[in-house]
T-cell receptor
Framework: AQTVTQSQPEMSVQEAETVTLSCTYD???????LFWYKQPPSRQMILVIR??????QNATENRFSVNFQKAAKSFSLKISDSQLGDAAMYFC???????????FGGGTRVLVKP | EAGVAQSPRYKIIEKRQSVAFWCNPISGHATLYWYQQILGQGPKLLIQ????????DSQLPKDRFSAERLKGVDSTLKIQPAKLEDSAVYLC????????????FGPGTRLTVL
């Protein structure tokens, strides 16, 4: 069974519009963290946003925000006012304290149309 | 602050040859990670160091892969002999103290095995 699942292989969005990427995860622990990373064609993974599981408030970072639904084990990323530079692969990742490592989903490719 | 440095950026070798990758983490970061990212997939952890000690190498194919971090700073990952299925991007990352901290990634090395 997948620990981190990203069900959308590719999403397309018009410039200046909003797109939401889905991520579901599997853990029975209470001590964990969730991340969204962006990987442009240059290949470098760039942190977009981080969410501690114990925090109820959804994390935001400029045009990026998450909808963290702990009971549903869902962690979606919303990109508002999409820009051409947002085009990239986006990876959801889970850190579990017990496993002591980061596990990535399969990624979602975001295409931004001018 | 300088980021994670990796070299080379690209490497093409024939199967059964050897190859080595180098990584220099962010200054002061105690934890260093090597990931393998096969095309179309998320990164998979190969090995994790805490200072110069190995914390997790459960996913490292030890019959052909080796890694070291002798002085607790930079690290090398070696493949000997390479197989076709080793073609991938090899990402190095570092974090301040532990995997609980945010991981920062280098630009990666794209390895092609012919």
């Amino acid at each position: 069974a997948q620990t981190v699942t990203q069900s959308q292989p590719e999403m397309s969005v018009q410039e200046a519009e909003t797109v939401t990427l889905s991520c579901t995860y599997d853990t029975s622990e209470s001590d964990y963290y969730l991340f969204w990373y962006k990987q442009p064609p240059s290949r470098q993974m760039i942190l977009v946003i981080r969410q501690e599981a114990y925090k109820q408030q959804n994390a935001t970072e400029n045009r990026f925000s998450v909808n963290f639904q702990k009971a549903a084990k869902s962690f979606s990323l919303k990109i508002s006012d999409s820009q051409l530079g947002d085009a990239a692969m986006y990876f959801c990742a889970l850190f579990k304290a017990a496993g002591n490592k980061l596990t990535f989903g399969g990624g979602t490719r975001v295409l931004v149309k001018p | 602050e300088a980021g994670v440095a990796q070299s080379p950026r690209y490497k093409i070798i024939e199967k059964r040859q050897s190859v080595a990758f180098w990584c220099n983490p962010i200054s002061g970061h105690a934890t260093l990670y090597w990931y393998q990212q096969i095309l179309g997939q998320g990164p998979k952890l190969l090995i994790q160091f805490q200072n110069n000690g190995v914390v997790d190498d459960s996913q490292l194919p030890k019959d052909r892969f080796s890694a070291e971090r002798l002085k607790g700073v930079d690290s090398t990952l070696k493949i000997q002999p390479a197989k076709l299925e080793d073609s991938a991007v090899y990402l190095c990352a570092s974090s301040l103290r532990s995997p609980r901290d945010t991981q920062y990634f280098g630009p990666g090395t794209r390895l092609t095995v012919l």
